[in-house]
């Protein structure tokens, strides 16, 4: 059974710092790509990073780069954002995602959130 599950979300004042975890489990997670979406209330999803399976690349959304770091630990399979000088507007619910092949099946998988809010 594939689990990815996100903690350390949580509410934090303007500037301050989180750092969020996903753990998974069920599949091959050295061959997966990872991401970290978020989805503010109102709005669409939107993709804020992502890393490649060998960790080796990562790409950032513009209104992250230089706050937000995504990183992966393959002994662990887990995948982390830390996130530095949070804004009010970063207040979203965060989400973990996998995008891997299986048996040259493209697969695909989503945590089930956890939220993250910024505010004084």
């Known amino acids: 059974q594939v689990q990815l599950v996100e903690s350390g979300g949580g509410l934090v004042q303007p500037g301050g710092s989180l750092r969020l975890s996903c753990a998974t489990s069920?599949?091959?997670?050295?061959?997966?790509?990872m991401r970290w979406y978020r989805q503010a209330p109102g709005k669409e999803r939107e993709l804020i990073a992502g890393i490649t399976s060998t960790g080796v690349s990562t790409n950032y959304a513009d209104f992250v780069q230089g706050r937000f770091t995504i990183s992966r630990d393959i002994v662990k399979k887990a995948v982390y954002l830390q996130m530095n000088s949070l804004k009010p507007d970063d207040t979203a619910v965060y989400y973990c995602y996998a995008r891997g092949a299986e048996q040259f099946l493209t697969k695909e998988y989503w945590g089930q959130g956890t939220q993250v809010t910024v505010s004084s």
């Open positions: 069920g599949f091959t997670f050295s061959r997966y790509a």
